[in-house]
């Protein structure tokens, strides 16, 4: 493959990043709604992280598997856009199907494919980025990107709240246990957007790609396994790795256990145990479950202001400085939550959290990209998959331990140990050394 690359403008850097909003509606889309969508088909508050956890299983394998195949990929559509669109048309047909679920585990299984599927998508968009933009771009490039996922996944997290607010509340439909209108419709705009955008990126990026030769594809030689290659992993790599894993718990817990900490903190439904809410208050879940909607399109919204203010940062200062300050304001976010009472507060208290989404979508993967090289990029960003979704695997199995056990039930108390998480993954982010290796 010829390492010669060419000069990207602007535009072409929003061309080639644009399936990235599709990728993160429906992802956001799945984030936002899936506790709700869980406890709308009769899940417990407690057993929420267990319900997450072969999803999460699924975004630690699938990421690995496709980047390596996609390193030893040789297509006329390069290495990383074939797993990009079949991906993202897999995560469109199960879009449209989810919302219709009628059982718990029915929509267990339909969400685990989904899983698999953006994922196949999502990770081969990351090292996309480190094909076709030179080194000194890098960070633009991945902050553009990183804006595209808050707008994406903004855009999704509303949309269940827009339906509401021109259409009215439709209710449950014809079933106690039926998934709102509002949400169903999500999802299906949802599948839209998707299509439409990776389609885009898919056809433009193709003249962008570096042109391969045949043989000389750079690929990762069949003598290297994985092991190897975390042998030989740049120190920076496994540093960022280290934050990432305190990053990503405090996030996820925080992600899981939004809709209920909402149901307590604004609308005060008691939270007894584990106990899923009575049927009298599906209405209050219902509720709960947009706004938590609209909370997180409020982060996400902030997410690309402070995308934006990365990239002027990083220029004056260390990109580790800005990163370090970006899970602290998230830090102080979580930890305020649990005093949050009224709508306009918590909107405020999102600030923080969106700040912490911008840069642990976009700082990492700007490191990580300058110091591997692009024949071996698409499985070393599937190995850096692994620290955003064994903290998942993690907070699925501990977090409703910990709930049960040393809660006794009290679910905002959680935010607590999720803000103190970031701040770890704050302290660690100091000693980052951003030396290029190569």
């Known amino acids: 493959m010829s390492t ?58 699938v990421p690995l598997i496709i980047g390596y195949l996609s390193d030893k990929t040789a297509t006329s559509f390069g290495k990383r856009l074939p797993y990009i669109f079949f991906g993202s048309w897999i995560t469109v047909f199960c879009s449209i199907i989810l919302p219709n679920s009628f ?3 029915g929509v267990v299984v339909i969400f685990c494919i989904f899983t698999a599927a953006i994922n196949a998508a999502l990770q081969p968009f990351r090292a996309l980025v480190g094909d076709v933009a030179k080194k000194n771009i890098h960070t633009k490039a991945y902050t553009v990107q990183a804006a595209f996922i808050g707008i994406g996944s903004t855009l999704a997290s509303v949309t269940p709240w827009l339906w509401l607010k021109f259409f009215g509340n439709a209710g449950f439909m014809h079933a106690s246990t039926a998934i709102p209108l509002e949400i169903k419709f999500a999802f299906y705009l949802g599948a839209i957007v ?34 190897e290659l975390t042998k030989h992993m740049p120190q920076v790599v496994w540093q960022i790795s280290i934050v990432q894993l305190f990053a990503w718990s405090g996030l996820f817990c925080f992600m899981i256990y939004l809709t209920p900490t909402i149901e307590k903190i604004i609308f005060a439904v008691a939270q007894h145990g584990s106990n899923v ?100 990029l698409g499985i070393y960003m599937g190995l850096f998959n692994i620290t955003v ?50």
């Not at 935010?415 to 050394?433: E, K, N």
Request: glycine share 10%; aromatic share 10%.
């Open 103 to 105: 059982s718990l585990l």
């Open 389 to 438: 979704c064994l903290p998942q695997i993690i907070t699925s199995l501990g977090a409703g331990y910990v709930l049960k056990v040393w809660l006794h039930g009290n679910v905002v108390l959680l935010m607590f140990l999720s803000g103190f998480l970031l701040l770890l993954g704050a302290f660690l982010t100091v000693f980052i050394s951003e030396g290029v290796k190569t």
């Open 277 to 376: 809410l009575p049927e009298t208050s599906q209405e209050t879940l219902e509720k709960s479950t947009v706004l938590t909607g609209v909370a997180s399109g409020v982060y996400m919204f902030v997410s690309i202001v402070w995308a934006y203010g990365i990239a002027l940062g990083a220029q004056k200062i260390s990109r580790k400085y800005i990163h370090c300050f970006s899970l602290c304001l998230g830090c102080v976010s979580l930890i305020g939550l649990p005093f949050v009472h009224t709508i306009p507060m918590l909107f405020l208290d999102m600030i923080g959290i969106g700040a912490t989404w911008a840069s642990v979508n976009s700082i990492p993967f700007a490191m990580i990209a300058n110091v591997i090289s692009e024949k071996k």
């Open 194 to 227: 998707l299509a439409v955008t990776v389609t885009w990126s898919t056809i433009v990026t193709k003249k962008y790609l570096p042109t391969s030769s045949g043989s000389q594809h750079g690929s990762v030689t069949q003598s290297e396994n994985v092991l």
């Open 4 to 61: 010669i690359k060419k000069d990207l403008t602007f535009l072409q850097i929003i061309n080639i990043n644009l399936g990235m909003l599709g990728v993160l509606f429906a992802w956001q889309l799945t984030i936002a709604n899936m506790s709700g969508i869980y406890s709308f088909l009769g899940a417990k508050a407690g057993d929420l992280g267990y319900l997450w956890l072969i999803p999460a299983l699924l975004g630690l394998l």
